[in-house]
Structures are given as C-alpha cells and as structure tokens.
C-alpha cells in the first residue's frame, strides 16, 4: 500500500530539511525559506490590524473546556506523552503564516515532534497527499469526490477527511497611484478581472467611486499562474455574486487574461511593483496594499476576520461526505459576512499503516484546533479564529484518527 511511503518521509525528514517556496508579501515569489519547530515565528504579519478582537478565542489558555467541549468552549489539548519524530506537511501558501504560528506554540508543547510544512499552493499539497508522499496536506478548496476516492489509495479504505481548520478573508488588492479608496460591485469585479473593464477612469468604476479622481491607467490583472485554492475561491465568489459578468466554470486554475504570478506571495509582489494593478490574496498577506471594499447589497463592506468568520458560521457540511469530514459548503450571504473567503482544509488520512505517523498527525491536528493555536493564528498571521463549535467537531474527527489494524 501506498501508505507506506508515510513512514519513509518520517524516516527521510531527519536526514534533510524541507526547503519552502516563500509567500506571505515577500519580494521574490521563489525565494525559499522553511517553516518547522525550531523557528520563533517571531516574523510579524502583514495584516496587524483587525486581528479579530471580537470573534477570536478568550484568552483564557488552552484545554479549559475538557475533552468534551461544551457549547462556547474549545476543546482542550493534551499532550501525547512520548512522541518523537519529523511530520510533514505540504499545500496551501494562504496559510503558511497561520501553519508557523501552529508550528511554533506545538513546538513549546510537544518538543519532540519537528513539524516542517512547505507551502508548495493547494494542488501541490492534495497532489503529494493522494500519492501518499506526505501524511498531512493543507488546501483551500476540500477534496473532492473524485479525489476523496483516490485518497483512498494512499489511506486505506476509511479514506480522508477534510477539516476547516483556517479562515481568512481574501482581499481584492489594489496599486493606483493617487488612489487611497477604491469601492467596487461584484459585476464590476468580474468584468474587470475579465479584462472586459481595460482603464481606471471606465464609467462603471466611477459611478460607484464618486469624489475619486480616477487615472486614465491601464489595469493590469494579476492571478495566480499555478493552481490554487484561493483561485478556486474567489471564482466561486465571483460566480455566485456576479452572474453572466464571469463567464467561466471556475476551478483552481485562473481562466481569464492577465499577468501570472506564482504563489500569494508573487501575487503581491507583482501587485505592489505595479502602478494600475490589481489581484486577489489572502487578506493577511497584502501588507500595505490598499483593498477594494465589496458591494454586498446596497453597501460596500471593507474585510476583517470577524466577517469572514460569519460565513463559516452560517455554512453547512456537504452533504453525501463520509462520517467525520466537515468539507462546508459556503453561505456567502451571511448576514454582516464579507463575502470573499478563503478556507483552509486540513487534509488527513482517518487510518494510517504507521502507528508513529498517526500519533504525530492526531497530536498536531489536536493542537491546531485549541483556542491557543486559533489565538496565536490570530495574533500572528491576521486570521480569523474558527469558532468553539467548529473547532469542537473538527476535535471529534481528529480523536478518531487511528493507525491501521
């Protein structure tokens, strides 16, 4: 079986580290950098403000609320005693700085364990995931049935489950020069991501920007040029807000014209070096970029972690999913939520053939979903808390997770 290739990677780790591909605002997209235990995760987030002081965690610490958390209380973390080893994790750039923050509290708890997480984008994480290359993946869009199916070469029969373990909001970055405020409709949106709207100054723009002195600029749209979840996301968003201005099937991979860039963080390097774009990252990692404010109704709503937490809130489990995965199925029209959101899956084997693989991945995962871990997420990388009930679900799923026999 494929799993086996799990115990060779814990093997493999101590001999060599992981070399990451850096995102979160840095200046070259494909520098590489390494997220594991023995880093501080001292490095400030770009997004400092609106950390989410009214839907993150008390501060109160981990594990006050018991094994079984009540309503309104996150489930507690208890460390595994004995544990020792590399645990490796690939996939999502959005959240390689929430995955440090992870990193860094369960390095103080659980010394033992080294966890190294290379932000190689969503479907490099699902693809290495499936093929059994690494026993935990992170993804903004959960697996699908297709791919649930083939998990089940690298898992075994119980197969994966999908865990929203990350929220934050996606943000609509913007680099006019003379242009502080910048309110757009989701048609407009559409129609300049499509490239339909070519120039600043377009008559759609400026209705709803009136006082703004608005540049006769080319846009210049920047995407993602590899697949990715938050491509995924925001297409969905644009789909479901947008109707016949986006014209396209949606999916992780970007449809329309523009200028590619690899990962978040090339996203917002190209975005800042150029007057006149445009692109769509992970709230936390747009540093000083300005943000478009989204027509929801007849108001335009600037994200924070506190709306886009609200969606999770009012969303649902997919229905037809095995026992325990919690894959949600969006409700962009939450009242008071920002409507452009990125959620992170963590993806897991239910079963794993090497009993030290499932010991570290159910240890980590445990910790991850602590009010701690959620806080520190918060404080660090500027997302938005999962609530105590998500969390206490999600807690349910990872108890489960076993070795083989």
Known sequence: MKLNRFGSVVALAAASSLTLAACGGDSEGEESSETKTSESGDESSPAESESGDESSPAESESGSGGDDAAAGSYPAYTKTEGL??????????????????????????QSGVTVNYSPDGSGAGVEQFIGGATPWAGSDVALDDEE?????????????VNLPA????????????????????????????????????????????????????????????DESGTTANFQDYLIAAAGD???????????????????????VSL????????????????????????????????????????????????????????????????????????????????????????????????????????QKAADEAGSAPISASTASRIAETVKGIKAKG
């Open 84 to 109: 020792s080893g590399d645990l490796k994790g690939v996939g999502s750039s959005a959240q390689e700085a929430a995955v440090k923050a992870w990193i860094s509290g369960y390095s103080e708890k």
């Open 148 to 160: 649930m199916e083939k998990a089940k070469d690298a898992c075994g029969d119980a197969g994966a």
């Open 166 to 225: 990350y929220i934050s909001p996606i943000a609509i970055p913007f680099n006019v020069e003379g242009v502080d405020e910048l309110k757009l409709k989701p048609e407009t949106i559409a129609k300049i991501f499509n490239g339909d709207i070519e120039k600043w100054n377009d008559e759609a723009i400026a209705a709803d920007n009136e006082g703004v002195e608005l540049p006769d600029t080319e846009i210049t749209v920047v995407s993602r040029s």
């Open 245 to 267: 201005a986006w014209p396209h099937e949606g999916g992780k991979e970007w449809p329309a014209d523009g200028e590619g860039a690899k990962g978040t963080s090339g996203v």
């Open 271 to 374: 975005v800042q070096q150029t007057d006149g774009a445009i692109g769509y990252a992970d709230a936390s990692a747009i540093g000083e970029l300005k943000s478009v404010q989204v027509g929801v109704g007849e108001e335009f709503v600037a994200y924070s972690p506190e709306a886009a937490a609200k969606v999770v809130d009012g969303s649902e489990p997919k229905e037809g999913r095995p026992e325990g995965d919690l894959a949600l199925d969006l409700n962009r029209e939450a009242e008071g939520a920002y409507p452009i959101v990125l959620v992170a899956y963590e993806i897991a084997c239910k079963e794993y053939e090497d009993e030290a693989t499932a010991n570290m991945v159910k240890d980590f995962l445990s910790y991850v979903v602590s009010e701690e871990a959620q």
